[in-house]
């Protein structure tokens, strides 16, 4: 197979293409996988730390404290894919995501529309577009000739790098909205400078402001130009044979041999009938969550939510138990580096967190900054600090009693620092590989395959981030 650096120079191919092409063999030669990001990762904060004056001692009881911290989001993340899977690989969904597939007439068109639909998908759930885009992207590549499987995977990626956080699902929007899910040191600091003197900021005022909608716009637009131009010529593409990954129908229905004497028990296994009624166990405690449950119905839509959503989706979509248990064990694998790399994350997250290292960076910036100035450095600040704490809802609880206070002090909108913050939290994703790991799993590729792309589109993207939050503050009142 020839190598990325030989396969750029076939053809004219534009100046974007031949950039992204050369971010990839970079990545390709020089960028460690994800597991070796997360290693270096640790050594840099530990460093980072010591640096700044924190006791060695400390940081290393912060890093064992913060390792174990994310066991419930790891737990939930693996059930994501799993479950994600689970629903995709259904003759239903199957066949849904087999037609989309056939859409495109030729690579530039597939890699524009695998953007679009990441778009689309992640401004209504992240969760959701993260699996949904990759199995898509995955069919694609297999049915659309010489499409490049790099390209078309880091397509299913960016919607996470771009719009998410301004979505249906953007964490820290919906917290500051609720105020069970908002801790009340928040919501005293919202407070103090808000005319009706409430700790909360409705969704209005973050969300659906006129500003965040013309941002999603905006980049939505600019990402899809990209996308275009970044596509590689047809003699430039690397198919997934190149890569030596085979790629299988989306859906391929497997009867078991069956017994030619059945045993009683295989009744159970083959028929609908115990799958119907836990499912209407299951919509029933749903309904039941939506009515009663507290905060508005976003807020209900958590990732336990989503999971069980899954699970009694795939329950009805393979309809026979034993289709269930065996789509599952073909999903399990996928979440394999989830399971190894996320309390690695865990101990990044608690050298960060449960030190004076945040709050230092943060405090630095705040000092240097005026009205003007102080978005851009609060989605700057956002963006690094998401490269080593990529989990933007544990974050900002951490983050807002000094991100708000300040932006009260400094006269700038509450809500729209809210925005900001998400953006910044949002480009960081392009840079490293912590919200890559389910769709890598799932495509069969590594992160250096990808984050030529990735970093190509930050390079455009997140400057626009830092101009538009600039501007756009300046149109805002405040509190």
Not at 97 to 103: D, G, K, P, S, V
Not at 194 to 211: A, S, V, Y
Not at 351 to 360: A, D, H, N
Request: glycine share 8%; aromatic share 12%; charged share 10%.
């Amino acid at each position: 197979m020839d190598t990325v650096d030989s396969i750029a120079t076939r053809g004219k191919g534009n100046l974007l293409s031949r950039i992204a092409l050369r971010f990839t063999a970079w990545t390709e030669k020089w960028m460690p996988d994800a597991f070796g990001f997360v290693l270096v990762g640790t050594l840099v904060i530990l460093a980072a730390g010591m640096l700044t004056g924190e006791g060695t001692a400390k940081l290393i009881d912060s890093w064992g404290k913060g390792f174990w911290s994310l066991i419930p989001f790891t737990l939930q993340m693996a059930m994501i894919i799993i479950g994600g899977y689970v629903v995709a690989t259904s003759r239903i969904l199957s066949r849904l995501i087999a037609w989309i597939a056939t859409l495109p007439g030729d690579a530039r068109q597939a890699v524009v529309m695998t953007a679009f639909i990441s778009m689309f998908t992640s401004y209504l759930n992240w969760a959701f577009s993260l699996i949904f885009t990759a199995i898509l992207a995955k069919e694609i590549a297999r049915v659309v000739d010489r499409v490049d499987y790099r390209t078309i995977s880091a397509m299913g990626f960016v919607g996470l790098g771009t719009v998410w956080a301004q979505g249906l699902s953007g964490s820290a929007a919906l917290q500051v909205a609720n105020g069970v899910s908002s801790p009340a040191a928040i919501q005293s600091v919202i407070a103090s400078a808000r005319p009706d003197h409430t700790g909360l900021i409705p969704l209005h005022e973050t969300l659906f402001l006129w500003q965040s909608v013309a941002c999603v716009g905006i980049l939505a637009v600019v990402v899809l130009i990209l996308a275009w131009f970044m596509a590689p010529t047809p003699e430039q593409a690397v198919t997934a044979e190149d890569l030596g990954i085979h790629l299988s129908p989306v859906y391929v229905e497997e009867e078991p041999a069956r017994q030619q004497k059945p045993r009683p028990g295989d009744f159970l296994e083959h028929s609908p009938v115990v799958t119907v009624l836990v499912v209407l166990v299951g919509m029933a405690y749903l309904v039941r969550h939506f009515h009663h449950g507290a905060g508005s119905v976003f807020d209900r839509l958590d990732l336990n939510t989503i999971n069980m959503i899954l699970i009694l989706l795939g329950l009805l979509l393979h309809w026979r138990p034993y289709r269930m248990a065996e789509a599952v064990k073909k999903a399990t694998p996928s979440a394999a580096s989830v399971l190894l790399q996320y309390p690695l994350y865990g101990g990044i997250f608690g050298m960060i967190v449960y030190t004076g290292l945040s709050e230092r960076i943060a405090h630095f910036l705040v000092h240097m900054a005026t009205g003007t100035l102080y978005p851009g450095m609060i989605a700057l600040y956002s963006f690094i600090l998401g490269i080593f704490v990529p989990s933007a809802g544990s974050k900002w609880v951490i983050e807002a009693p000094y991100v708000i206070g300040a932006a009260n002090l400094l006269h700038v909108n509450q809500g729209w620092m809210v925005v900001v913050y998400d953006l910044g939290e949002a480009s960081a994703n392009l840079v490293q590989p912590f919200w890559m790991l389910p769709i890598l799993a799932i495509l069969g590729l590594k992160a250096r395959d990808i984050m030529g792309y990735t970093f190509t589109f930050c390079l455009f993207c997140f400057p626009l981030v830092l101009i538009m939050v600039t501007l756009f503050a300046k149109t805002l009142p405040f509190p």
